[in-house]
C-alpha cells in the first residue's frame, strides 16, 4: 500500500476482472497498467420535462433517471422507464383519458449533479416538490444479473437496528441514527403498489434500508420525500458486460406499471386517499411492531440487553406516529383529517404500549 500518494481505480472488462481475480485466489499478483486517456472539457446536459398539473401546477413529483452510465442496466433501463411513463402519460392526456391535479417531471441528467442543481436552483420549486424518485437499474433480469428489485427505502429505524427481514445489499449501508430517520408515508405506500404488482405478475418485489449512492440522495438532503426504485447486487454493473440481453422485458414493465401507478396515485391525492393511506400505514406499523416484537424476544434470549430492545420499539412507534401524521401534505385543509390521524396514532402508541408490556415481562 503506497501512503503517500491516494488510491485509484480504473474501468476493467468483466473478462479482465474475473482473470483477475482468479489469479488473485491463488496469491498475490503484480499488475501492469498502461493507461491512455484523455482529459477534455465537456458540457453537462440535462433534459427536463414537465407535464404540468391542471390545478395545482406548483406541486410535484420527479422522476430522476441518470444518463451518464454507460450500461444497458445501469442506466439505460432507468432513462427508458421514465421516458416510456412520460409517453403514456402524453398520451392519455390527449385522449382526455387522464388528468394530473398536480405536475408530473422528468430529469435526465448526471448522476445526483442534476438532480442537486434542480433542487437546489429554485427554492420555491423545491419546496413544492413533494415527492423525488429515483430509477436507477430498473430493468435486471435477476435470473442472469443476481440480485432482485429494490425499494430503497427512506430512513427509517431498520437503518439503525438492521435485522430480522431487513438487509444491507452488498452496496453496504452506515449505521444512522435517530437523528437522521425521515418519517414518511412514502414507503409504505409503494411497497404496497410493488407488492401487488409482484403478485399479479408473480415478480419478487424486495427492499433495502437506506443506503445512498443515487439520485434520492439531493431530493432527501433537501427533506424531500425520496426513494430509489433499483436492483442489487447485478454481477455485471459496472462491467462492458451490462449489455441489452441482461435486461428483461417483463422487470422494465413491472417497474414501470407500478411506478406509473403510484405516480399518478399520489398526482391526485386528495383526502380520500389520504384516509386511507393513513389506515394502510397504521397496518403497516402494527405489523412492523409485532415484527419488532418477535425480534426482541430472539435478541434477550440471546442475551442481548432489555434496554436497546425498547429503544427500538419506540423508535418505530416514532417513526410511524410521525409517518401517520405527514399524509396532511396531500390535504388542504388538515382540519379533514385530523381526527383520522390522530385515532390512527392512538392506536399506533397503544399497540407499542402492549408490546413493550410483553417484553419487559
Ligand atoms: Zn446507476
Not at 137 to 158: A, C, H, Q, R, Y
Not at 176 to 196: G, R, T, V, W
Not at 281 to 301: F, P, V, W
Amino acid at each position: 500500500m503506497n501512503q503517500e500518494t491516494r488510491g485509484w481505480a480504473i474501468a476493467m472488462s468483466y473478462e479482465a476482472k474475473e482473470r483477475l481475480k482468479n489469479r488473485l485466489s491463488q496469491g498475490e499478483v503484480t499488475v501492469n497498467v498502461a493507461i491512455d486517456t484523455k482529459i477534455y472539457d465537456s458540457e453537462e446536459l440535462t433534459i427536463i420535462a414537465d407535464i404540468k398539473g391542471a390545478t395545482v401546477p406548483e406541486e410535484r413529483l420527479v422522476f430522476s433517471a441518470h444518463i451518464q452510465e454507460p450500461g444497458a442496466n445501469d442506466n439505460a433501463t432507468g432513462v427508458g422507464v421514465a421516458l416510456e411513463i412520460a409517453s403514456v402519460t402524453a398520451t392519455l392526456i390527449a385522449e382526455n383519458k387522464w388528468s394530473p391535479k398536480r405536475t408530473l417531471t422528468f430529469l435526465w441528467g448526471d448522476e445526483m449533479i442534476s438532480t442537486k442543481r434542480y433542487v437546489e436552483d429554485d427554492k420555491t420549486r423545491a419546496n413544492n416538490i413533494k415527492w423525488g424518485i429515483s430509477l436507477d437499474m430498473v430493468g435486471e433480469n435477476t435470473s442472469i444479473t443476481g440480485g432482485s428489485f429494490l425499494i430503497e427505502k427512506m430512513p427509517d429505524p431498520s437503518a439503525v437496528w438492521t435485522r430480522g427481514k431487513d438487509k444491507h445489499t452488498e452496496w453496504g449501508g452506515m449505521k444512522m441514527s435517530l437523528e437522521q430517520m425521515k418519517p414518511h408515508y412514502l414507503n409504505d405506500f409503494l411497497i404496497d403498489i410493488f407488492k401487488a404488482q409482484g403478485k399479479r405478475a408473480n415478480w419478487t418485489v424486495n427492499t433495502n434500508p437506506f443506503e445512498g449512492g443515487s439520485d434520492h440522495v439531493p431530493f432527501l438532503s433537501a427533506n424531500i420525500p425520496s426513494v430509489l426504485f433499483w436492483h442489487f447486487t447485478d454481477q455485471f454493473y459496472h462491467t462492458d458486460n451490462d449489455r441489452l440481453d441482461k435486461v428483461s422485458k417483463a422487470t422494465l414493465k413491472n417497474v414501470g406499471i407500478a411506478s406509473l401507478v403510484s405516480a399518478y396515485t399520489l398526482l391526485n391525492s386528495d383526502e380520500i386517499l389520504a384516509k386511507k393511506m393513513i389506515l394502510q400505514i397504521e397496518s403497516a406499523a402494527i405489523e412492523r411492531l409485532n415484527e419488532e416484537l418477535k425480534q426482541s424476544k430472539i435478541a434477550l434470549d440471546n442475551g442481548e440487553d432489555l434496554k436497546t430492545q425498547l429503544a427500538i420499539i419506540h423508535a418505530w412507534e416514532d417513526w410511524y406516529v410521525k409517518a401517520i401524521a405527514t399524509t396532511s401534505d396531500m390535504v388542504k385543509d388538515i382540519s379533514t383529517i385530523k381526527n383520522v390521524i390522530e385515532s390512527s396514532q392512538k392506536r399506533i402508541r397503544d399497540a407499542s404500549q402492549r408490546i413493550v408490556a410483553q417484553i419487559n415481562q
